[in-house]
C-alpha cells in the first residue's frame, strides 16, 4: 500500500542509507530503492552514493522526467519530504572535473568557431566523460557511424554557370510545414547530459531561426515542458518509440497531437537497443568491481549503460499491421523513422503513411546498415520504376539522417530527393559547448554555408537543386578513394578495448 500522502523530514529519509534499505530524495519526492539497486542499468554504486540523500541533481540529466515513477511500483513512491530539512549533498570536486574546468576556461571564443566539426571538437573535451561517451556512441565497431558522414564524399558537385545568383532562397515547406532551411533539429535523448536546460536550447534556437525541432520521447524536458517554451506558432514533430502498452502509446500521441504537434516519426529501427561500447565501459568504470562481481553471479546484465537504462519499454514486436491501428488514433501526418531499404519505403507508400526518414539511427543500431544518403539514391529509383512516383514529392516525403556536418551534405540529399534533412549530434555538440549562444551559432553557420553553395551551385531556390546537379556513380562502392576529411577524422575518438584496472603500488 502506498503512503504518498505522507511528508518525510530529511533525517527520517536519511537513516535509509545502505544496500538493505535505500531511499533517495528527486524532486521534493521519496523513493524506496532498495529492491532496484541490482537492476538499475547505470549499476548499484551511484544510488548508494546518494542513499538518504537528494539525488535530484544526479537523476536529472540522465532520465527523462517520470522515468523513476515508471519504473518503480506505486508502493516504494513513498511520499513528499520537507526539503528545508534535507542536508545539502556537500558536492566534491575531483581532479577530473578541476582539469575539465580549466578546458572549459580555455575554449576559444565563439568568433572561432568556423563550422560544425569544430563544436564537436571543443565539446570532447569540455564535456562530462560520461555525457560525451552517451552523445557519441555508436554500435559495434561504429563503420555505419563513420560510413554516414564518408557517404556523402562519394557525392560529387556538377555545378552551373551563368545564373543570376543575386538572390538565393534555401527556405522549403517540410509536411507542409514552412522551414527557413532544408533540415530539421533530429530527436535525440538526455539533451540534459550536455547543458541544464537540455531540450530547451534547442526550441529557443528553432524558434528563432525559423526551423522545426523533433521532440524525443526520450527528452531530459518532460514534452509539455518543451512545448511551453516554444514560440506562438512554432512548429514542432514528435518521435514516438512505441511503449509495449499500446494505452499509454495513445494517451501520449494524443496528446502530442491536442498540444498542437504537426507530424508522428515512429521510430522502427530499435525493437532492440545496439551495442554503444563506449557508453558501457562507462558503466564499467564508474561500477565498484565487488558490485559488478554480484551483478555477474546474480546473471543480470547492467552493461548497457545510459542506453539501456531509459529504453526498457520500447516493443520489439512492433509491425506493419500496427500502422492502421496509428491511424486510428490520431489525424497527424505518420512518418516511418528508421527505415533501410526501397522494399520498406514502397511498402510505407502502399499503406498510405507520409513519408519515411532513411535512416540507421545514427550509427548506433545495426553495424554496416548503410547509410541514409545511399539508401536514398536506391529509394528514388525504385520508387519512380515500381510507381512512377518523383521526388522530392509532397505526397510521399522522403527524409534522410545521419553524418551531416556541412550545408552542402544537405544540398546533395535535397538533390537526389529528400524534402529535408535531420541534424542531431551537432546541435548537441554546439549548446554542450557553448550553451545556447553555441546552438544559435551553429545554425547562422549554416545559413551562410547555404547562402554561399547555393551561389556556387548556380541554384536560386531549393527547387533548382536537381538530380543533373549531383554525380552519384560512386554512392554503392564502399571503397572509394576520396581525400581525408582531417576535421571529421581528428574528432572521432577511436574505441578502446579491454584494459587492466589501475595497479595500486603497494611500495
Not at 349 to 374: P, T
Amino acid at each position: 500500500m502506498t503512503s504518498s500522502g505522507r511528508t518525510y523530514s530529511g533525517k527520517e529519509v536519511a537513516v535509509h542509507n545502505s544496500r538493505e534499505s535505500c531511499w533517495i530524495i528527486v524532486h521534493g519526492k521519496v523513493y524506496d530503492v532498495t529492491d532496484f539497486l541490482d537492476d538499475h542499468p547505470g549499476g548499484s554504486k551511484i544510488i548508494l552514493k546518494y542513499a538518504g540523500k537528494d539525488a535530484t541533481a544526479e537523476y536529472d540529466p540522465i532520465h527523462p522526467p517520470d522515468a523513476i515513477t515508471t519504473n518503480l511500483k506505486p508502493e516504494k513512491q513513498l511520499g513528499s519530504v520537507d526539503l528545508t530539512t534535507v542536508e545539502k549533498v556537500e558536492v566534491k570536486i575531483t581532479d577530473e572535473e578541476r582539469a575539465r574546468q580549466e578546458r572549459i576556461a580555455a575554449r576559444p571564443p565563439l568568433s572561432e568557431i568556423l563550422n560544425l566539426h569544430d563544436f564537436e571538437a571543443i565539446a570532447k573535451y569540455t564535456m562530462p566523460e560520461k555525457a560525451w561517451a552517451y552523445y557519441s556512441s555508436a554500435a559495434d565497431d561504429e563503420i555505419t557511424n563513420r560510413e554516414n558522414h564518408a557517404a556523402f564524399h562519394r557525392i560529387w558537385f556538377r555545378p552551373r554557370i551563368l545564373k543570376d545568383v543575386t538572390k538565393v532562397d534555401w527556405s522549403t515547406t517540410i509536411l507542409g510545414q514552412k522551414s527557413s532551411m532544408p533540415l530539421y533539429i533530429t530527436a535525440t535523448a538526455l539533451g540534459k547530459l550536455g547543458h541544464p536546460d537540455g531540450e530547451l536550447n534547442l526550441t529557443r534556437a528553432a524558434a528563432k531561426h525559423g526551423i522545426i525541432q523533433m521532440i524525443p520521447t526520450l527528452a531530459s524536458c518532460s514534452f509539455d515542458e518543451i512545448m511551453d517554451a516554444a514560440a506562438p506558432g512554432q512548429v514542432q514533430f514528435f518521435q514516438l518509440y512505441v511503449n509495449k502498452d499500446r494505452a499509454i502509446t495513445k494517451r501520449i500521441v494524443q496528446h502530442a497531437e491536442q498540444r498542437g504537434i504537426r507530424g508522428l516519426f515512429i521510430t522502427v529501427d530499435a525493437p532492440q537497443l545496439g551495442r554503444r561500447e563506449k557508453d558501457m565501459r562507462q558503466k564499467f568504470e564508474a561500477e565498484n568491481p565487488s558490485e559488478v562481481n554480484k551483478a555477474d553471479q546474480g546473471g543480470i546484465d547492467r552493461s548497457q549503460g545510459a542506453a539501456r537504462a531509459i529504453s526498457s519499454f520500447i516493443d520489439p514486436g512492433l509491425n506493419w499491421s500496427d500502422m492502421a491501428w496509428f491511424k486510428s488514433i490520431t489525424k497527424l501526418p505518420l512518418i516511418l523513422k528508421g527505415v533501410q531499404c526501397w522494399e520498406d519505403a514502397l511498402e510505407a507508400y502502399d499503406i498510405g503513411l507520409s513519408g519515411v526518414v532513411l535512416s540507421n539511427h545514427g550509427g548506433r543500431q545495426l553495424d554496416f546498415a548503410r547509410s541514409g544518403l545511399e539508401v536514398l539514391v536506391e529509394v528514388t529509383t525504385k520508387l519512380k520504376e515500381k510507381r512512377g512516383l518523383s521526388f522530392p514529392n509532397e505526397k510521399f516525403q522522403l527524409f534522410i539522417d545521419g553524418g551531416v556536418r556541412r550545408a552542402t551534405d544537405v544540398i546533395k540529399a535535397v538533390a537526389l530527393g529528400a524534402t529535408a534533412v535531420g541534424i542531431g549530434r551537432p546541435f548537441l555538440y554546439a549548446y554542450s559547448a557553448y550553451g545556447p549562444e553555441g546552438i544559435n551559432h551553429s545554425l547562422q553557420i549554416l545559413h551562410d554555408e547555404f547562402e554561399m553553395n547555393m551561389r556556387l551551385l548556380g541554384a536560386r531556390s531549393m527547387k533548382e537543386v536537381v538530380p543533373e546537379m549531383v554525380d552519384s556513380s560512386n554512392i554503392h562502392l564502399h571503397i572509394v578513394s576520396v581525400p581525408s576529411d582531417n576535421l571529421y577524422e581528428s574528432n572521432y575518438e577511436r574505441l578502446q578495448g579491454a584494459r587492466l584496472r589501475e595497479i595500486k603500488n603497494k611500495l
